[in-house]
């Protein structure tokens, strides 16, 4: 599909068509888009600015071509995909997702400890309003990130495959070796805890 | 026939409205695979009476929006 072929491709975007990559101060503009993509998977600054150096090396030196088809962030977060996935199945071969039990029994209170034994909650979540405009305010987003570094590490991993890179179960249950069921169960802790936090530190103060 | 079958659907439905914490997995899962229809007809029975899990259904939906205008965000990347 994407055979470098010049002319093919020249009645369209000709100055990206030579399908030998980018320029770098063209894919310089999607670094801080790229940061926090890498960073909320990996969770771990050093690692998060070596897969997007890598990924924009691919891009510039044109090992990734672009074909043109996407555009260029679509095509650079694809690049960068294919690398987290890779830190991320050594960080789950470090840290596997069904070992470690006290991790996991301290991750499952989590659910535990929202809920009476009833099954009713034991505090109501609260009228956020309109959350909406917490979007437009800076302030959120630190707050935001903070409730993401908060989150159980294996609790995270598995609700930024959903949310951020967009897997399905299926390939996420593939990737990290767990059951469709686990992986619900999960992502239903992780959206519980991130709202949890979510409350108590912004939307419960305004 | 169908009335029948209907009322007896509902009769065991109706024992099996969820709980606010079936609810919230309920609701979480909305996001990851599609519901069979009783556990649907369940989630709704349920918001039907209880605004705390009707808020939870907003805020899920919010948190699903908010991951993505993070990522969209023109500014300088976290430290
Ligand atoms: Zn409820």
């Not at chain 1, 909320?40 to 897969?51: F, G, I, K, P, W």
């Not at chain 1, 987003?141 to 995270?156: G, N, S």
Request: with cysteine; net charge positive; charged share 30%.
């Amino acid at each position: 599909m994407c055979n470098g072929g010049s002319n093919a491709m020249a009645d369209n975007n000709s100055s990206r068509a030579d399908a030998l990559g980018v320029s770098p101060g063209e894919v310089e503009q999607f670094r801080g888009y790229l940061m926090r993509y890498a960073l909320l998977q990996l969770r771990d600054q050093t690692s998060a600015e070596d897969v997007v150096q890598e990924t924009l090396l691919a891009a510039v030196e044109g090992g990734d071509r672009f074909s043109g088809k996407s555009t260029v962030k679509t095509w650079l977060t694809g690049i960068l995909k294919h690398k987290i996935i890779d830190q991320v199945r050594r960080q789950s071969r470090e840290q596997p997702l069904l070992q470690g039990e006290d991790d996991e029994r301290s991750e499952a209170d989590v659910i535990d400890g929202l809920f009476k034994a009833d099954g009713h909650w034991q505090n109501f979540p609260a009228n956020w309003g309109d959350p909406g405009n917490a979007l437009e305010n800076k302030r959120f987003w630190e707050t935001f990130e903070t409730c993401a570094r908060l989150m159980p590490v294996k609790t995270a991993r598995v609700f930024m495959m959903r949310e951020v890179m967009e897997l399905s179960t299926e390939e996420i249950c593939k990737e990290l070796d767990i059951t469709a069921t686990n992986c619900w169960v999960m992502l239903h802790r992780a959206r519980l805890s991130l709202r949890e936090c979510l409350e108590t530190k912004w939307f419960g103060r305004v | 026939m169908l009335g029948n079958k209907v009322v007896r659907k509902s009769v065991r439905l109706f024992m099996h409205i969820p709980t606010c914490r079936e609810t919230s997995a309920l609701l979480s899962q909305t996001q990851d695979r599609k519901l069979t229809l009783f556990e649907r007809v369940g989630l709704r029975l349920h918001l039907v009476v209880c605004t705390g899990c009707r808020q939870l259904e907003r805020q899920l939906a919010f948190m699903r929006s908010a991951v993505k205008r993070y990522l969209e965000r023109d500014d300088h990347p976290p430290r």
